[in-house]
């Protein structure tokens, strides 16, 4: 695409929530300490929620990258289960071998007592749990009933909730108040500031290889702001058709008309209320910097 153009090693705004990628802003930096601190101090729940787009799945990955090899991880990115559904996946995250007709006495003895030969071994299992807001209500009732599991000293089971503000309604619920009153981390992660954004535009461009002077304009930071809010799921999208859109008209820098034609291209962006002025000529431009490849 345009990676050779702007002496890029590879697409810098990609959606895919890859860790090397991972920008330390202050909320997102903080979030992930208040993560790394909860799940040290053995707390069995710990909740981080944010709005879509703000960067949970990521802070994810990354949280469990991060996390010493005296901790076993374990994911669930859709939970929407019922609980022996949950506890299945949760075996199955662990490896453990069980018939397939296993009772539910059966699958939560077979489960404890992998993870006491776990807290024997000095090891800490940690279950992630994306979309968290998905999970049925009496999924999470059982949850809070595997958080029982303990030694004398710790948890053998700690769980972190990733989830839209939608979770914090549902915990609000009589039926899982002794879950809501469980959680003694929390953490919401908002959009990125201007300044913030500013930077987070230009380090996915360095990982990405680009070595050159700024390759966004102020104005086009500025606009890429206004046009996506801080959410960095937004950001990324606007950035990558700007960048193709500039591509397209063989320039180096992107402009702050690229992003405002990116962004009257976006629905997610349009939402916003972008001025329709803004975005003049996108698709336009965009079949001009095709027509502009293939004629290169």
């Not at 890029?8 to 990609?14: I, N, Q």
């Not at 022996?84 to 059966?106: F, G, T």
Request: aromatic fraction near 8%; charge should be positive; include cysteine.
């Amino acid at each position: 695409m345009y990676e050779a153009h702007f002496g890029l090693r590879e697409l810098p705004f990609g959606i895919t929530p890859d860790t090397s990628f991972f920008f330390g802003s202050p909320r997102s930096q903080e979030a992930l300490n208040t993560l790394l601190v909860a799940a040290r101090s053995g707390e069995g729940f710990i909740k981080i929620t944010g709005e879509v787009g703000t960067g949970k799945t990521l802070l994810c990955r990354k949280f469990m990258a991060t996390l010493g090899e005296d901790f076993i991880t374990a994911w669930i990115p859709n939970p929407y289960l019922e609980p022996r559904s949950l506890m299945l996946a949760l075996a199955d995250e662990l490896e453990l071998a069980l018939d397939r007709e296993v009772d539910q006495h059966q699958l939560l003895k077979t489960i404890t007592h992998h993870l006491l030969r776990l807290a024997g071994q000095d090891k800490r299992v940690l279950l992630c749990i994306d979309e968290a807001q998905a999970l049925p209500l009496e999924t999470m009732e059982a949850l809070r009933l595997l958080t029982n599991l303990e030694t004398e000293k710790r948890k053998l089971l700690q769980i972190v909730l990733f989830g839209q503000p939608e979770l914090n309604r549902k915990l609000e619920d009589a039926s899982i108040r002794q879950l809501a009153q469980r959680i003694t981390f929390h953490y919401h992660l908002g959009p990125l500031g201007r300044d913030d954004l500013d930077y987070y535009v230009a380090h996915r461009l360095r990982v990405a290889g680009f070595d050159g002077a700024r390759l966004f304009s102020a104005s086009a930071i500025s606009r890429l702001y206004r046009a996506s809010g801080g959410i960095p799921r937004l950001v990324n999208i606007l950035a990558h058709k700007a960048l193709m859109l500039c591509y397209g008209q063989g320039r180096q820098q992107v402009s702050a008309a690229h992003v405002a034609a990116a962004a009257h291209d976006t629905l997610a962006a349009r939402r916003r209320a972008w001025p329709w002025v803004a975005g003049v000529g996108a698709l336009a431009a965009m079949a001009a910097g095709l027509a502009w490849t293939f004629v290169r």
